[in-house]
């Protein structure tokens, strides 16, 4: 599971999702398009790209990709190693200056890391962005075989168990438009929304199991997934759900709870439940 991109941000509403753009309106800034365009032409599979290399990706021509990226470096946002370019960790501060974005990791680390030591088996949260899940939070065992994800990583979240869940909640004329030119089933969706969880048995990742379940605001609405991914040889699709499911179950009610607390200042004393 790869795909690493810095940018980290707040979900958009359910209302305001959508997998693309949609109409530019007369006051669409079509340079901080491209700007952030050139940002995200960066990947774990291309960590680093000559400037004809960016503007191919994104189709512009040399130039103007060319002063996109020194722009961004003089920022500070890219680092120049000869001809090529590539992000810098400062990029990583776009998504968290976003109080959701600092706040749910926050939130949920702990919850993570009980869930770890009561499954003894690593864990993920993730947010759903341009039809991408992000990776924020991550809690891994201290086994020497194990899964480790980094926090940025990038996925589409049709290949993803977390990404049906995030998938699940989104409205159905969102998700009509996204499933066009995914390869996902609108039935696995429903599957996911009957159920309250999806699992993904070594279809989308060979000789890995996985199983998420969605984190979900006040409104009941889905902000979040978490999710324990396994090796197939440690675990079966049966152990999974008899042994995982339901501490994943309560760890993402718990991690709710935190999140639809007071602020600590208003009630100092008063502490989530362990899972």
Request: proline share 5%.
């Amino acid at each position: 599971m790869a795909g690493h991109s810095a940018r980290l941000a707040a979900p958009a509403s359910v209302s305001e999702a959508s997998p693309k753009t949609a109409a530019k309106s007369a006051d669409f800034v079509r340079s901080l398009d491209r700007g952030i365009a050139v940002i995200r032409a960066f990947s774990a599979d291309h960590p680093a790209r000559t400037a004809s290399e960016v503007a191919r990706s994104i189709g512009i021509n040399l130039s103007s990709a060319r002063r996109f990226l020194l722009t961004l470096a003089d920022l500070g946002y890219v680092q120049i190693d000869g001809r090529r370019f590539r992000l810098s960790p400062k990029v990583l501060d776009l998504g968290y200056t976003h109080p959701f974005n600092r706040r749910l990791p926050d939130v949920a680390m702990p919850h993570l890391e009980r869930l770890v030591s009561t499954v003894q088996e690593s864990c993920s949260l993730s947010i759903l962005e341009d039809g991408e899940i992000v990776y924020v939070a991550q809690a891994t065992t201290r086994r020497l075989m194990r899964i480790a994800i980094t926090v940025g990583t990038r996925v589409p979240a049709h290949a993803t168990a977390m990404g049906w869940v995030l998938l699940a909640g989104q409205p159905d004329g969102w998700l009509d438009t996204y499933l066009a030119s995914a390869p996902l089933h609108k039935n696995a969706i429903r599957r996911v929304r009957r159920d309250g969880y999806a699992t993904a048995d070594q279809e989308l990742e060979e000789s890995l199991r996985s199983i998420a379940a969605p984190i979900k605001d006040r409104e009941g609405r889905v902000i979040a997934a978490i999710n324990v991914t396994v090796h197939a040889s440690s675990r079966t699709a049966d152990t999974m759900k008899t042994q995982v499911l339901r501490p994943l179950l309560d760890t993402a009610k718990a991690i709710q709870d935190d999140l639809e607390w007071p602020t600590p200042t208003e009630h100092p004393g008063r502490r989530s439940a362990a899972c």
